[in-house]
């Protein structure tokens, strides 16, 4: 049984969002935390600007979701020291088909802010390789997540929902060309990641040249400003920086703000009357939060950008049916081969008492081959065993399969569970 907790920009304000944003540091120790409190068999993170999504797996506990989900909440505020209700920032989702369709179609992008958008599919890729690398995943959640980077890529290759390089940093560079005449504006990008990137390709791409970058690892700032053909700026002088620039774009992983309320009052006292756009595409914000009486001060974040998202979905409503399509062809066989594997145990529990029986009655041994172990031929009655063994086993693993809706039907595999398996 697998289970999905999300906390994203659909329930949940930036405000909430950046509290539960995971490391991946936090999220090996989150875990094992879950793995101690809650006997969870996996666990994958993915955790960006706009969503923290909580996938877990949990076998043998049909019809304990509930306990589990509430089990989960539990440790997740306790393990970001959230005091107040969680709740209704939370969407929550149980069962393969429910979490699986999910994941399909944020992978796909259907589930974006920006329809369509191609980031997510790396970002998904990359929780479940760091998942996968640090041996938090369990069988269910391994083949789903393979399964999904397959069916999104099938469905970015045979739609046009992902046509046009839109993403949160086009829908950016977008509002802030609309405030600014960008060509005579000086711009700091501040980070050298993914969304630093898509920022940077926007604003060349509106032949934008006067960009400079600064970052916390000179290294990786120094490549960055190399590969796009940027000046770099020292990251220790971030504030003095902020004196000459007429837009800052800050896309960095910082887990605190690295701007205050009295650095930027003092920055815009030195600058007097000029004026300064500063866009925040950072979550967990790197920008403090209460910055509307700064005269002067223009400051934007991602939840400011859902007016242009809202255009740019309608633009790409025409594909979703399309996408959703592809998506249900992936997701019925995902479906089918998790819900069978509910009936895993009950059919190796049938198999096991039947061969007991046999054996413990007949004295042969039941091995589906004709010869014995010491090398010699078995007796006749040994291998009529073994056809009675495979023809009745084979049967009832049939009609269970069949009595269960091969594993979907819940209340059907509670009664199949309490007939067949061992007692615990």
């Known amino acids: 049984m697998i289970g999905l907790i999300s906390i994203n920009y659909r329930t949940s304000p930036i405000e909430i969002r950046e509290k539960f944003f995971f490391q991946d540091e936090e999220k090996i120790k989150f875990n094992q935390l879950l793995v101690k409190e809650c006997a969870i068999d996996g666990l994958v993170v993915i ?7 909580i996938y877990y797996e949990f076998e043998n ?3 304990e979701e509930k306990r589990i989900f509430h089990l989960i909440m539990k440790c997740l505020v306790e393990f970001k020291h959230y005091p107040e209700g969680l709740s209704p920032y939370v969407s929550k989702k149980h069962g393969s088909l429910n979490v699986s369709r999910h994941l399909f179609r944020l992978i796909s992008g259907l589930e974006s802010m920006i ?5 997510i599919y790396d970002q998904v890729k990359e929780a479940f390789y760091f998942a996968q690398k640090n041996k938090m995943l369990g069988p269910i959640l391994d083949r789903m997540f393979q399964k999904s980077i397959e069916t999104g890529k099938f469905v970015r290759s045979n739609t046009s929902i992902g046509k046009g390089a839109i993403s949160v940093s086009y829908a950016a560079v977008e509002i802030i060309s609309k405030k600014y005449n960008l060509e005579k504006s000086k711009i700091l990008c501040v980070g050298a990641g993914e969304t630093s990137k898509l920022s940077v390709k926007h604003l060349l791409n509106k032949n934008i040249k006067n960009i400079s970058v600064t970052n916390r690892n000179k290294k990786r700032g120094d490549q960055f400003a190399h590969k796009f053909g940027l000046d770099v700026l020292p990251f220790k002088g ?9 837009v800052a774009i800050f896309c960095t992983s910082s887990s605190s703000p690295l701007i205050s309320r009295e650095d930027l009052l003092n ?3 030195k600058r007097k009357d000029q004026k300064l756009l500063i866009v925040d595409l950072s979550v967990p914000r790197n920008i403090e939060a209460d910055m509307s009486e700064i005269d002067g001060l223009d400051l934007i974040n991602v939840d400011g950008l859902k007016d242009i998202v809202n255009k740019n979905y309608n633009k790409r409503k025409a594909e979703i049916n399309k996408a959703q399509l592809l998506i249900d062809e992936y997701l019925t066989e995902f479906d089918e081969w998790a819900s069978s594997r509910q009936l895993r145990p009950s059919i190796l529990s049938i198999k096991s008492k039947i061969k007991n029986l046999i054996e413990n009655n007949y004295k042969v041994e039941l091995n589906g081959s ?3 172990k010491d090398g010699g031929k078995k007796s006749d009655l040994g291998i009529k065993m073994n056809k009675v063994y495979s023809k009745l086993s084979d049967h009832l693993v049939r009609k269970i399969r069949v009595a269960s809706n091969n594993g979907k039907d819940k209340n059907a595999l509670k009664i199949i569970k309490k007939i067949f398996e061992d007692d615990q």
Request: glycine share 6%; with cysteine.
């Open 47 to 53: 955790s960006t600007c706009n969503r923290t999504e």
């Open 61 to 63: 506990h049909i019809g």
């Open 115 to 119: 329809v369509g958008e191609f980031q």
């Open 238 to 246: 971030l504030l003095e920086n902020l004196l000459s620039v007429d």
């Open 267 to 269: 920055i815009m006292k």
């Open 370 to 372: 004709l010869v014995s």
